[in-house]
């Protein structure tokens, strides 16, 4: 129906249409006819459910879902989302904390049924209960577009768990991504669970973190582990698998060839549970990064995890934080990573861990041999070492000044340290170039620095965000802002400022900022300049792209 047709009232014949579907359990989706147009009057708010009101519906692009939406949200008694509505074309859709409610979360699958642009959905503390995983469920089974999905603190329970299970264990649509954390789920849930995982090769990440778990789970989850080829990332961090349970999950974990990443922070399976997991670390040959932090492991525990180290090629990241770990231990940890010539290690956190200047001797001998290696600790037990802190350059200024004095830019610097000239790197690799070139010197710690100001995500380095492609001279600057009515104030503090000439001068806006691309020929980060100018960023579209 167009919408700008003039709104006419239901008639008894849709009255009674409406009532009918109301009163079907069998179908998720409206199969009516075109939907009517919804009156423009703000429906009466619904307390437990959203505390968003409806807005102006006319002024969004969206047609067709935006109405079957709509018009699921009437047939459910629930007040439309806004946020919904105005993102419903967006690849990613952020609905948590809304108070959706089961009734709720069904308008919102109703409306996904035939969406094909919403890749990953958020919906974690909605109450939405096990009718609302039911709506999703069968949402799931008609869309084929829906990559990611996070339910997490919906307090699910075993009817919830059953539910996912079925779907599961015969999941056609395209979900690879499932966050299931803080659901209330026991040992009866992780045995449905395992049941639909071990035949499921299409879940890839599966998070069960803050639920129940007890030793029984674990063994649900070694048997799982041990037949699944699908699964690479498993958090089951804040459980109480203790010792029986982690024990059990590593005897499915020897044979695992697909698990890469491995949480099982807070758990409490002390030294015993260590040992078993440095007996996975000697045979498996898959996992890349472990997370054992707070599990009172001592220095006992982290020697039988130190003596596999010595042996193991695959892992990078190793997370010991918040466990009783002494000096010795540490030193006994870095060691055995030095008489492996073939670790990958690149991350080790034992960061309450205070050690002596005598351990950083020894990591530095270490990071000669592997210097992709980064150890966090707490700090250095000398006073001098504190003073050492506060005289390094600024890694970001020693790569200016070399780019500057080399008359190149910063991000050609960047690219010649990756052999295939892109502009992404691992860290690991990013880590062991910077430390290997002899173009700026540069220690670990300023590498660390560095990475951090490089923004790390997902274990990839990218400076094509932070850093600008042949940059202007001071010169050349200088005129572009004047074309944009702006100038540089003399130095009157500890930075420069940009400001419009006169108070009547305008800010600059999008058409301009691309006059100052053109006539720089820089590839600047166009939000530096608004938020140097003190203004908000303007959008991004219609400036240059590189």
Known sequence: MDNDEPLEPETKDESDSVSALQSSNETLYCEAEAPVAVEKEKPARESSETDLEIEDTEKFFTTGQK??????????????VSYFIRNMEESYINLNHHGLGPNGTKAIAIALVSNTTVLTLELADNCITEEGILS????LQENYYLQEMNVSDNDLGLEGARI?????????????????????????????FCQALSNNYRI??????????????????????????????????WNHLYIRGVVALCNGLRSNVSLKKLDLSMNSFGNEGAAALGEVLRLNSYLTYLDLSSNNITNDGLSKISRALELNESLKVLKLFLNPISMDGAVLLIL???RNPKSRMEDIDISNVLVSEQFVKILDGVCAIH?????????????????????????????QSYADQNKVSVLDFFRSLNPSGEMMMPVGEFRKAMIQQNKVP????????????????????????HYTRNPPTDEGLTRALAACHVRRLPAGGSQQKLRTKTPGDVIPGAAEMEDVYAKTRSHLNYRAWYVSLNVSTPSRKGLPVY
Not at 67 to 80: M, N, R, S, T
Not at 204 to 226: I, R, T, V
């Open 67 to 80: 109405e079957l939406y709509l018009e699921a949200c009437k047939l459910v008694g629930v007040v439309p």
């Open 136 to 139: 999703l469920v069968e949402m």
């Open 164 to 192: 996912l299970s079925e779907f599961l264990q015969n999941n056609t649509s395209s979900l690879f991504s499932l966050q299931l954390s803080g659901n209330n789920f026991k040992e009866e849930s992780a045995e449905l």
């Open 204 to 237: 890839k990440s599966l998070d069960l973190s803050h639920n129940k778990f007890c030793d029984k789970a674990g063994e649900y989850l070694g048997q799982m582990l041990a037949i699944n080829v699908g699964l690479q990332s498993l958090d089951l961090s």
């Open 336 to 338: 055995s990573i030095k």
């Open 371 to 399: 210097p992709q290696l980064d150890v966090i600790y707490k700090s250095v037990q000398a006073p001098s070492a504190k003073k050492t802190l506060f005289t390094w350059t600024n890694p970001v200024k020693l790569i």
């Open 442 to 465: 540069i220690n670990r710690y300023q590498v660390r620095e560095l990475i951090k100001k490089l923004g790390e995500k997902t274990g990839m380095v990218d400076f094509r965000e």
